[in-house]
């Protein structure tokens, strides 16, 4: 396990110019979805009487944004952008995950990194496991997002309600997780033009020091996450901001790292 992340992390640093497109990817992601957001929020609560004579006019408030919400076509133009733009995530993400897993396995080569090639090579694949991998992940929500807002609709308290809830979230997650390595793998193998069949055994050969390698280099980012909302907790202002956005190098240097270490994985199993 200790091989598969040096090893991994030797490879991060030869995809340098790699890192800096998944970073700018990230950082203009975001920008444009905080955008959206902001204008929609904005618009909603541009009518917010603060401060309000009295609680009436708070109520009243929340019925006129209740009624827009709902009763104007101001939720179809939300949720035709927000598809749009979940589409255009799913369309780009695997067309860089078919560059880099590509290009790992090349990265023994003298000429270089090979993630345009490898996008023209192995984009086909990669994207067509990448949509299924998403499809899987979730299908449990057409039955348990339904069956969560009947329960808060039956008129349970709310730290009951979430207390229940909680294992079936728990469960989704473990099973996105589960997924998510069992396809990284197939992946690995569609970009080596090897079978998908071996990505799987491998995946189950590897299982224990993937599930290892995985969690370690999550438990990282997420340590990275904490230390940089608690310092936003501390400092206000354009030094918080800049912190942030910088914060999303740190994430895709951990993404990439996490990736090259599965990688290696894969790439040292044993019966391959």
């Known amino acids: 396990m200790k091989g598969a992340i040096r090893k991994g992390w030797t490879v991060t640093l030869r995809h340098k110019y790699a890192l800096v497109v998944l970073f700018l990817y990230r950082l203009l992601w975001g920008f444009f979805l905080y955008r959206f957001v902001d204008s929609i929020v904005s618009t909603v609560l541009s009518r ?18 209740q009624f827009r919400l709902l009763k104007t076509d101001l939720v179809d133009e939300v949720l035709w952008m927000l598809a749009g733009m979940l589409l255009l995530r799913m369309i780009v993400t695997p067309l860089l995950n078919a560059g880099l897993y590509y290009s790992f396995q090349h990265a ?18 990669v994207t067509l496991l990448y949509w ?19 329960s808060y609709l ?25 997924l998510h390595l069992l396809f990284v793998f197939m992946q690995f ?10 990505g799987i055994g ?3 050969r590897r299982a224990l020091p993937l599930f290892a390698v995985s969690l370690l280099l999550f438990a990282a980012g997420a340590i990275a ?23 999303q190098l740190v994430r895709s240097l951990i993404t990439l790292w996490t990736a090259a270490s599965q990688h290696q994985l894969w790439k040292s199993d044993p019966a391959a």
């Open 108 to 125: 023994d080569d003298r000429e270089g990194t090979r993630v345009m090639m490898g996008i023209r090579s192995a984009w086909k694949p």
């Open 154 to 178: 039956s008129g349970a308290a709310e730290d009951t309600w979430l207390r229940d809830m909680l294992p079936y979230a728990g469960a989704w997650i473990a099973w996105a997780f589960l």
């Open 202 to 204: 491998r995946a189950c």
């Open 225 to 247: 996450s904490l230390a940089v909302t608690a310092s936003s907790l501390l400092w206000t202002g354009f030094l918080t901001v800049a912190l942030h956005q910088a914060f």
């Open 48 to 65: 917010y009487p603060d401060p309000h004579p009295n609680g009436g006019a708070a109520r009243l408030f929340l019925i006129e944004a």
């Open 132 to 150: 299924i991998e998403n499809v899987l992940a979730l299908l449990p929500g057409a039955w348990l997002i339904p069956m969560a807002k009947a």
């Open 189 to 198: 193998s569609a970009a080596a033009k090897d079978g998908l069949l071996s």
